[in-house]
């Protein structure tokens, strides 16, 4: 996945599952537009997270989006509620997990087989709040980052600026 300085989202590579968000599940060799805000609601991309067979992008207007495993073979908007309506700055996505964080800063962790994009799911209780939050320095731009912890299980997942 990359997302264009003009906010529009492209895939490529293996498409089993849906997780290109193509609508299909065939493998792409060059990159191929999913969308931009015609597909997002009137919103571009500001970042996407790959995991193993989902993917999960969040916009400039907070909204988190995901599709793959989780029965969605085109970007679904996730239902809000399960983040307390509270807009989504932060995500990561694993093998059989995803991570977010809302522009709040509450950190929010959630998946496990056999759903592997678990917001996709009906409405059920909302996920639970990962462990800790961590601030850091980047190496790379010396600007404050933040590492989300899931559990002891997992490795920290870097998420990015604030």
Request: net charge negative; glycine share 14%.
């Amino acid at each position: 996945m990359a997302v264009g300085v003009n906010g529009a989202l492209w895939a490529w590579g293996a498409g089993y599952s849906g997780m290109l968000g193509l609508g299909d599940a065939w493998d792409r060799r060059v990159p191929t537009l999913v969308g931009a805000e015609e597909v997002f609601l009137g919103s571009k991309v500001r970042v996407a997270a790959c995991g193993n067979d989902h993917t999960l992008a969040v916009t400039e207007a907070g909204e988190l989006w995901a599709w793959g495993r989780g029965a969605h073979m085109v970007p679904t908007r996730v239902d809000p509620q399960h983040f307390a309506y509270a807009p989504i700055s932060a995500v990561a996505a694993g093998f059989q997990h995803s991570a977010a964080v809302t522009a709040g800063g509450a950190p929010y962790g959630g998946g496990g087989a056999p759903a592997r994009a678990p917001w996709l799911a009906p409405p059920r209780p909302a996920p639970t709040p990962a462990v800790s939050l961590t601030p850091c320095q980047s190496r790379a731009t010396g600007e404050e980052e933040y590492i989300l912890t899931i559990n002891e299980c997992i490795s920290p997942l870097l998420l990015g600026q604030r």
